[in-house]
């Protein structure tokens, strides 16, 4: 099962910027989906945006227009470009990836996000 770590959670104000980071124990180039969630206290963690192998991208409505994801395939890496940040978005965000075998990778421990007012 793939390993993933996320990073770059910071304290940020009000339509600030963040970049956060997941690596990958597997080679994500190879990845059917790789995507980003965030989870609140008190509720179930909900999707955020995803890529497709093929390059497509879905976002969030919530999200859609100020948040990016993107990879880095010499890195193993993804990320989730995070602008006009509002605290709604406050939160542990985490990556995760559909392999090429069709199974979903390990939950990493996530890195928070918190946006002040």
């Known amino acids: 099962q793939v390993q993933l770590v996320e990073s770059g959670g910071d304290l940020v104000q009000f339509g600030g910027s963040l970049r956060l980071s997941c690596v990958a124990s597997?080679?994500?180039?190879?990845?059917?989906?790789t995507g980003w969630f965030r989870q609140t206290p008190g509720k179930q963690r909900e999707f955020v945006a995803r890529?497709?192998?093929?390059?497509?991208?879905e976002y969030a409505a919530s999200v859609k227009g100020r948040f990016t994801i993107s990879r880095d395939s010499a890195k193993n890496t993804v990320y989730l470009q995070m602008n006009s940040l509002k605290p709604e978005d406050t939160g542990v965000y985490y990556c995760?990836?559909?392999?090429?075998?069709?199974?979903?990778?390990?939950w990493g421990t996530g890195t928070q996000v918190t946006v002040s007012s």
């Open positions: 995760n990836i559909v392999d090429e075998r069709g199974q979903l990778g390990s």
């Open positions: 890529a497709t192998r093929d390059g497509i991208r």
């Open positions: 597997g080679t994500i180039s190879n990845f059917r989906v």
